[in-house]
């Protein structure tokens, strides 16, 4: 069973730091694109950023280029978002995104962490 | 950037069908996916590449894409399915949701 469970959440002064990570289980880490998706409270979905199998290709949205990094450990199936620079309108439900096929659909989703910016 | 436009909602009555779309510039040389989001769930993928069915979606569930509109819809609506639908889609190397659909199961 395909498993994906986000971590590291919390409450961060605006300016501050934080990062998320993601355990994934029940099928070939190393073998598949992630992203982020983000949900601002009572809003639509926000894609974040996703990472490669192989780390090789890395895209991030606008609003977080520069403050965001995505990063990857294949050895321990980890996933990570390194959020930098953190302002109040970053607060949002954080999900962990398995991208898979040729059409890059996302087909697992985890259960999400809340981030909360604010001082 | 690329935008994908969605109406802000959607009424049906159980039993009948809905239909959400999803416009935006040449959306038919995309492929589109869908996701349900329910209260307090995370989403969940119902259509993938603008018509496929992911196993253990319910054959009420069907896409088309053409043109600039994709189209979600759901026949025999039922009040298990009153959701929030996105649908989404890649432009160059980023993804594009739509703002989404809240579907009322009258």
């Known amino acids: 069973e395909v498993q994906l469970v986000e971590s590291g959440g919390g409450l961060v002064q605006p300016g501050g730091s934080l990062t998320l990570s993601c355990a994934a289980s029940g099928f070939t880490f190393s073998s598949y694109t992630m992203s982020w998706v983000r949900q601002a409270p009572g809003e639509g979905l926000e894609w974040v950023s996703y990472i490669s199998s192989g780390s090789s290709s890395i895209n991030y949205a606008d609003s977080v280029k520069g403050r965001f990094t995505i990063s990857r450990d294949n050895a321990k199936n980890l996933l990570y978002l390194q959020m930098n620079s953190l302002r109040d309108v970053d607060t949002a439900v954080y999900y962990c995104v398995r991208v898979v096929g040729a059409s890059r659909h996302f087909d697992y989703w985890g259960q999400g962490i809340l981030v909360t910016v604010s001082s | 950037s690329y935008e994908l436009t969605q109406p802000p909602s959607v009424s049906v009555s159980p039993g009948q069908t809905a239909s959400i779309t999803c416009s935006g510039d040449k959306l038919g040389d995309k492929n589109v996916c869908w996701y349900q989001q329910k209260p307090g769930q995370s989403p969940v993928m119902v259509i993938y590449?603008?018509?496929k069915r992911p196993s253990g979606i319910p054959e009420r569930f069907s896409g088309s894409n053409s043109g600039n509109t994709a189209i979600l819809t759901v026949t025999g609506t039922q009040a298990m399915d009153e959701a929030d639908y996105y649908c989404?889609?890649?432009?160059?190397?980023?993804?594009?949701f739509g703002a989404g659909t809240k579907l009322t199961v009258l």
């Open positions: 989404q889609a890649w432009d160059s190397n980023s993804v594009v």
């Open positions: 590449q603008d018509t």
